[in-house]
């Protein structure tokens, strides 16, 4: 059974900065492609950012280019979020996704498996 495991969210003022993490469980990690993407209320899931398999490639959302860094350590089966710069605006539940042998693609419709979600609130 496939998991995906978000943590490192929480509250933090405008400005600050966040270290998301995404543990994967049951899938060929090493040759997944992962993505982060983010929903908040009442707004549609939007990506944020995604990285190949190989790592080879990454790429981001306008709204979050050059604040957001997104890696992956296929040892540990891990995916990263790292957030600077937070604003009011990145307010949202923050999900990883995979998918397989995917090239951590924008398209949401592309990943076949999805964490449950991590909350990140930016206070002004």
């Known amino acids: 059974q496939v998991q995906l495991v978000e943590s490192g969210g929480g509250l933090v003022q405008a400005g600050g900065s966040l270290r998301l993490s995404c543990a994967a469980s049951?899938?060929?990690?090493?040759?997944?492609?992962m993505g982060w993407f983010r929903q908040a209320p009442g707004k549609e899931r939007e990506f944020v950012a995604g990285?190949?398999?190989?790592?080879?490639?990454?790429n981001y959302a306008d709204s979050v280019k050059g604040r957001f860094t997104i890696s992956r350590d296929n040892a540990k089966n891990t995916v990263y979020l790292q957030m600077y710069g937070l604003n009011p605006d990145d307010t949202a539940v923050y999900y990883c996704?995979?998918?397989?042998?995917?090239?951590?693609?924008?398209?949401?419709?592309?990943?076949?498996?999805w964490g449950q979600g991590t909350q990140v609130t930016v206070s002004s």
């Open positions: 996704a995979a998918d397989p042998l995917g090239p951590g693609s924008s398209r949401s419709l592309q990943y076949d498996y």
């Open positions: 049951g899938l060929a990690f090493s040759t997944s492609g």
């Open positions: 990285i190949s398999w190989r790592a080879s490639s990454t």
